[in-house]
């Protein structure tokens, strides 16, 4: 067997990028997606991050009026300063699909479900209920 090719080490992904307005920016992980910020803290900010032991960025949206904390230091997004806007209605469009994906999917599994789960119908036992009692 030949071809199994070396793994040659995980390239990491740089933690400067540019935007496509040539800006310099950080892609910063937040808990869903990454965030664009400028690449110069802005005391102004309303992004708190900072990058962890192994190169990531890491941000959250600070409250109005909370301050970072010890490794964070405030920056800005970069939406908010970018010439480039992008589209709103774009992600917005994405995460109504996604969500529709989901309900759909969701309602298909609870339908299999209930598919699976249906009860046997009653054993023939040989009593008779009598029909007239419940009346
Ligand atoms: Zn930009």
């Known amino acids: 067997m ?9 390239s990491r992904m740089p933690s400067a990028h540019h935007c496509d307005c040539g ?3 950080i892609l910063a992980a937040t808990a869903g997606r990454r965030q664009a910020l400028d690449w110069v803290p802005d005391p102004q900010g309303t ?3 900072y990058q962890d032991a ?3 960025w890491r941000v959250r949206i600070l409250e109005p009026g909370e301050q970072p904390l010890h490794p964070e230091r405030r920056y800005q997004l970069h939406v908010a300063s970018c010439p480039l806007k992008p589209a709103p209605s ?3 469009a994405g995460v109504a699909f996604l969500a529709e994906y989901k309900r ?3 309602e298909r599994a609870k339908e ?13 036992t ?3 209920i009598d029909p007239g009692r419940n009346q």
């Open 23 to 25: 800006a310099r920016i």
């Open 104 to 106: 759909a999917r969701s």
């Open 54 to 56: 192994l190169g990531t």
């Open 112 to 124: 299999k479900r209930n598919r699976r789960g249906r009860r046997p119908a009653p054993q023939v």
């Open 90 to 92: 774009v992600p917005a």
């Open 126 to 128: 040989g009593i008779r």
């Open 47 to 49: 992004a708190a991050a």
């Open 2 to 10: 030949t071809g199994v090719s070396r793994m040659t080490g995980v």
